[in-house]
């Protein structure tokens, strides 16, 4: 190391110090030769100051704050910066309230101890297992690619129809088939490649390479084999069969991955990182991959194929139950292929497939599960978003949208999804005369005539799904989340003789509730908020605890702990003020509530006093958060101004 070189260490804090300190810095992720960074407030960067650092080249100010740093070192720069931070690249740090309270800051002795007594159980209560981070990483791979598994869903599940019509003799081949085809080819630019995208999304949350990522999760498919010379499995000696070890399979390489190259990093040298750590992290994965995770799945599923038989075998009730239970897990893990075989020879000896249907059922209860979650969590509007684009694509038979977006992130849901589907199965006796995408595209290939019995049997198993996940199957996380926004419609209750008259249309002009700086509430801490889950608004960063009525209105509530004020305007909006994050918790103590419900207030109305420096001492933020609750009253809005203001100043336009 040169004499006057930093360490990386000591280059990641110095960068941080000329951003404007870790909490003026929201996320951090990095390119080929820069350390990219998104900043909260441009006014405390001094740019100077980051091209002075010694390791340095240049910075550039443009959407992102960018230190150059070059080839083979900015990489190693970036994870000191996020490891100093406590997050993975590309995550939200820390906010600058959070990072900066003080276990010796001054508060109110009831609020000290509560704050103790409240962290305690909190660490207690609340730290993750590790299937619940398991989950929410699965979550965070697949949730990005909803959009496309809903169109190339749809497609597929129309394409299924009429191909199977076409088997059936409905439809004339010549005039559909090519229409079946193009289908096809859009459908498989999706699912063909499923593995691929898997890869490059998975890199990205264990903070790997996306490229990388993306051909550990291409190698599943075994492109470069020679057919006529395959590569043999390890355990059994036959030839390896591409996709075994499923997506589950390309999700753990990809975590292995991720290892081997942050410890490469740290190791080689930074003029040949960009070409040693790469080719070293592939040879290595992809060996494991090829050698290890791929024979240990086909090993597997030659082993289930004997015990599929065997359930078989038994038939009835137990046979319909097993195989109900056991399908989805199977599609998880590639084995569901396994069942193709079997397909086929019940076709060739009895002109149909028993287990077909049967299967069917378990995605059926998924379509029931969905519907159950999206009554039980209606307020948790990026779930249910996820649910209504995801139900039509499930009801035709690609299940992959509600099994990856929906039920295997929540964990409980698909369990009793695949519960409820499986007692349905149990019943049995419908049979299909050809392979193809099960749920209603089904339909044309039930044989003997028994449509209709399928069709009940469709509809009973997304009833069992949704009863079994109704009162079984619903993440107490989620449960909690729609009880804040019950709370926020309690907040918001009017008394009938205290609500003004709405008027025709107008604008509304919400102002900044106290001195500080107003920030798009985007970038709320708290992803109730920053996800925009009750409303549109903004939050502002105090700098003292005279707090302000952010419109003309009436109070409609306060709430018992006085953390939340209701406020109705007018033209009949309703404001809800919330006075920091997880102060529920502190009972009310460091707020003095200056207004009763029914009192008109103004912007220059003082509505409460709130102590700062408790609220800190107890650990929590003191964001003042200002929501819109009634968006379907709301015809437009623009937040006018954001960063340093006055209290009563004008920052947001609504027009209702």
């Known amino acids: 190391m040169a004499k006057n070189e930093l360490t990386l260490e000591e280059l990641a804090k110095q960068i941080y110090q000329g ?23 441009d006014d405390l960067v001094n740019v100077s100051e980051l091209k002075a650092i010694p390791g340095v080249l240049g910075v550039v100010e443009d959407e992102q704050l960018q230190v150059i740093i070059g080839p083979g070192k900015v990489n190693k720069v970036a994870q000191e910066m996020v490891d100093l931070a406590g997050v993975k690249l590309g995550e939200k740090l820390p906010s600058a309230s959070a990072t900066t309270a003080s276990s010796s800051a001054s508060g109110k002795d009831r609020v000290n101890e509560r704050a103790q007594e409240m962290k305690a159980a909190q660490k207690s209560k609340q730290k993750p297992s590790k299937i619940k981070s398991v989950l929410k990483d699965i979550s965070n791979i697949f949730v990005p690619m909803i959009p496309a598994f809903v169109g190339t ?20 081949a010549g005039t559909w088939q090519q229409y079946i ?37 291409a190698v599943v498919m075994l492109t470069g084999m020679n057919p006529e010379a395959p590569l043999k499995n390890l355990f059994t000696g036959e030839a390896l069969a591409a996709g075994q070890g499923g997506i589950l399979g390309v999700i753990f390489a990809v975590w292995l991955l991720s290892i081997v190259e942050k410890k490469l990093h740290k190791v080689v040298p930074d003029a040949v990182d960009i070409i040693v750590t790469p080719t070293l992290s592939l040879i290595a994965i992809g060996l494991i991959e090829i050698f290890f995770i791929m024979p240990l799945a086909g090993f597997i599923s030659d082993g289930m194929v004997g015990g599929i038989n065997w359930v078989l075998g038994v038939g009835g009730a137990f046979a319909g139950f097993v195989l109900g239970t056991l399908f989805l897990p199977m599609v998880m893990f590639g084995l569901h292929q396994i069942l193709t075989p079997i397909h086929v020879q019940m076709i060739d000896e009895t002109g149909r497939t028993l287990l077909l249907p049967i299967l ?113 199957g619903i993440p107490k996380d989620r449960l909690e989340k729609e009880e804040l926004a019950t709370e926020t419609a309690t907040v918001n209750e009017v008394p009938e003789k205290a609500v003004p008259q709405a008027s025709a249309e107008s604008v509304t002009i919400l102002s900044s509730v106290a001195d500080g700086t107003v920030v798009s509430l985007d970038k709320a801490s708290d992803p109730v908020f920053a996800q925009k889950m009750m409303g549109e608004g903004y939050f502002v960063e105090p700098e003292n605890g005279h707090i302000y009525s952010p419109v003309t209105g009436v109070i409609s509530s ?99």
Request: glycine letters at 14%; hydrophobic letters at 50%.
């Open 19 to 41: 951003a404007g300190g870790m909490g003026n810095v929201e996320s951090i992720v990095h390119c080929m030769t820069r350390v990219r960074m998104k900043v909260i407030n």
């Open 153 to 172: 869903g749809i497609v597929a599940g129309i394409a299924a129809v009429l191909a199977n019509l076409v088997t059936a003799g409905t439809l004339d």
């Open 181 to 217: 085809d193009v289908m096809n080819i859009l459908k498989n630019g999706m699912f063909s490649y499923l593995v691929i995208y898997t890869g490059i999304n998975a890199a990205q949350v264990f903070g790997a390479t996306p490229t990388l990522g993306g051909v550990i999760g």
């Open 360 to 472: 069917a059922m378990a995605g059926a209860g998924q379509v029931g599960a969905a519907l159950a979650l999206w009554i039980r969590c209606k307020k948790d509007k990026e779930l249910t978003e996820m649910i209504k684009g995801a139900l039509p694509v499930g009801i035709l038979g690609i299940g992959e949208p509600l099994i990856y977006g929906v039920t295997l992130p929540l964990g409980r849901p698909f369990i009793t999804a695949c519960i409820g589907g499986a007692v349905i199965g149990m019943i049995g006796n419908v049979g299909a005369i050809a392979i193809g995408p099960s749920g209603a595209a089904l339909i044309p290939l039930i044989s003997d005539g028994k449509w209709l019995g399928y069709i009940l049997g469709l509809l009973a198993a997304y009833a069992g799904g949704f009863v079994a996940t109704f009162f079984f």
């Open 558 to 656: 306060v709430f018992p702990t006085k953390h939340a004020i209701g406020i109705t305007t007018p033209n009949g909006l309703e404001i809800l003020l919330h006075m920091g994050i997880n102060t529920v918790d502190l009972g009310g103590t460091p707020f003095d509530v200056k207004v009763t419900e029914g009192q008109q207030v103004t912007p220059d109305t003082l509505v409460a006093e709130a102590d700062l420096e408790a609220i800190k001492a107890a650990d929590k933020e003191t964001s003042m958060i200002v929501l819109v609750t009634n968006m379907d009253r709301v015809k437009n809005f623009v937040l006018e101004k954001t960063g340093k203001a006055k209290a009563k100043a004008p920052v947001m336009d609504v027009k209702a």
